[in-house]
């Protein structure tokens, strides 16, 4: 009967209610399963209160409560529901101003490391979706993905999310963890750590073809990682020759024509020229633009930037500073976008340099 008066006054919000009557059970019956179960729920209760209002301390004591009943282990449901509260505690706690976010990141990994989610599972991944959110902010982050394990992802965590308004996030929470683990790594500086993850990153970019950005930093690892351009540039090739559609490859390749203006502004050209979203080319637009300025091409510059321009008024984001600085200068007023701009044979340049180890010409990077 407890069982049924505490589920009545929970679902009516009679928190105080709920506790006394299955704290009286509790007491009454302390080697009961029955009664420390509906005390834990009522607790859960108490922590799904506090998670809504962001409050760490009210949060604590009601989950320390559970902990004292030592029931944790086998019970699936209250892991789950726990793996909830404590992701709603971090997304409302950290949009307080005056949150300490290294605190609030100390404390839920402590509270994370006491449940037992099922692996992999929709509520572990959504609790590891909370933790991404403080990667910027927690400098606990990395344990906590050592912690997790990648190998818990689910092939859902590699799908793209929609939002309400029916935009779609060009990258997934799994991309987004493999590109923080990544960036963690090179700023680290340790090349053995980096070049061991390296065929990690290889493996999901392979499973997962349309994870962009872990392609770029394998090929940033690459040309960073080598030591010089002939090197990188014989790694990178096969590789730049299955994906020489997306824009990214060109990016990187770019960066390896240290030698040759010419050839690094022709794969900045094919990079823009390969279809892909725009929201994905705004800083390779920037660094072709400061080329062709650089070479007083002036229509072709005003080109590029017109286009970032464009793109940023239609979703309506702010423009960089380097655009802003440029477009209110009076070479970019006074030229003429419709004028001719330099020629560059981007193709002939590009698809030679793709196929440099192939023509005997890797000697030359």
């Given at each position: ?11 009516v ?7 006394n009557?299955?704290i009286e ?11 420390a ?9 108490y ?7 962001g409050?760490?301390d009210?949060?604590?004591k009601?989950?320390?409560e559970?902990?004292?009943?030592h029931i ?5 449901a209250?892991?789950?529901a ?17 949150c300490d ?15 037992f ?16 959110s ?9 344990d906590?993905?050592?912690w ?16 309400p ?7 997934s ?7 923080a ?9 340790n ?5 061991d ?14 994870t ?8 940033k690892?690459?040309?960073i ?12 090739l096969?590789?730049?020759?299955k994906?020489?559609n ?18 690094r ?6 990079a ?15 660094k072709?633009?400061?080329?062709q ?15 970032i ?12 500073y380097?655009?802003?600085k ?24 590009t ?5 440099a180890d192939i023509n005997?010409?890797?000697k030359?990077?």
């Amino acid at each position: 009967m407890a069982h049924i008066t505490i589920k009545t006054l929970l679902s009516v919000g009679n928190l105080k209610g709920a506790y006394n009557t299955a704290i009286e059970e509790y007491r009454n019956n302390p080697q009961s399963k029955y009664a420390a179960n509906n005390l834990a729920w009522v607790m859960d209760a108490y922590c799904k209160a506090s998670a809504r209002k962001g409050n760490i301390d009210d949060f604590q004591k009601a989950f320390l409560e559970i902990l004292k009943l030592h029931i944790l282990e086998n019970n699936y449901a209250l892991n789950k529901a726990l793996a909830w509260r404590l992701r709603d505690l971090i997304m409302t706690a950290q949009n307080n101003k005056d949150c300490d976010k290294q605190y609030l990141g100390d404390f839920a990994f402590i509270i994370a490391k006491k449940l037992f989610p099922r692996k992999p599972s929709l509520h572990y991944s959504v609790l590891f979706n909370a933790f991404l959110s403080l990667r910027n902010d927690w400098n606990g982050f990395i344990d906590f993905c050592n912690w997790w394990d990648f190998n818990n992802f689910r092939p859902e965590d590699f799908e793209h999310p929609k939002l309400p308004n029916g935009y779609t996030l060009p990258v997934s929470m799994a991309e987004s963890a493999y590109i923080a683990y990544t960036k963690y790594l090179l700023k680290e500086n340790n090349d053995k750590h980096i070049l061991d993850y390296l065929p990690i990153l290889q493996k999901v970019h392979e499973q997962h073809p349309d994870t962009n950005y872990i392609g770029y930093y394998i090929a940033k690892i690459i040309l960073i990682k080598t030591g010089n351009c002939n090197k990188a540039m014989k790694i990178l090739l096969p590789f730049a020759r299955k994906k020489q559609n997306q824009f990214w490859i060109w990016d990187i390749l770019s960066q390896a024509q240290i030698n040759n203006k010419e050839k690094r502004k022709a794969c900045l050209i094919r990079a823009v020229n390969c279809k892909t979203k725009e929201e994905f080319l705004t800083n390779i637009r920037i660094k072709l633009a400061e080329m062709q300025y650089a070479d007083f091409d002036f229509v072709g510059a005003k080109r590029q930037l017109s286009t970032i321009v464009e793109y940023h008024n239609q979703i309506n984001k702010p423009l960089p500073y380097e655009v802003k600085k440029y477009i209110e200068e009076p070479w970019f007023i006074n030229t003429d976008i419709k004028g001719k701009a330099k020629y560059t044979n981007y193709k002939s340049i590009t698809e030679d340099i793709l196929n440099a180890d192939i023509n005997g010409k890797l000697k030359e990077y």
